[in-house]
């Protein structure tokens, strides 16, 4: 999973959304999941963020 971290604000572009999966059984929706929030995670911690977020991470520490 680390290796998909990086310091490109514009990483989350080349991160491949998956299409609608179909149910198989084992551990799919959680894969599904993972890969939704990492692309989240990027997106909203680069290009997608908003001003007031460092200063409220800031104000908590």
Excluded: C, H
Excluded at 9 to 37: D, H, M, S
């Amino acid at each position: 999973m680390a290796e998909l971290m990086t310091e490109d604000p514009a990483a989350f572009k080349n991160f491949t959304r998956i299409g609608p999966q179909v149910p198989r059984g084992g551990n799919l929706a959680t894969i599904r999941a993972k890969q939704e929030r990492l692309y989240l995670k990027l997106y909203f911690n680069t290009i997608g963020s908003v001003e007031w977020q460092d200063r409220m991470i800031e104000s908590t520490l």
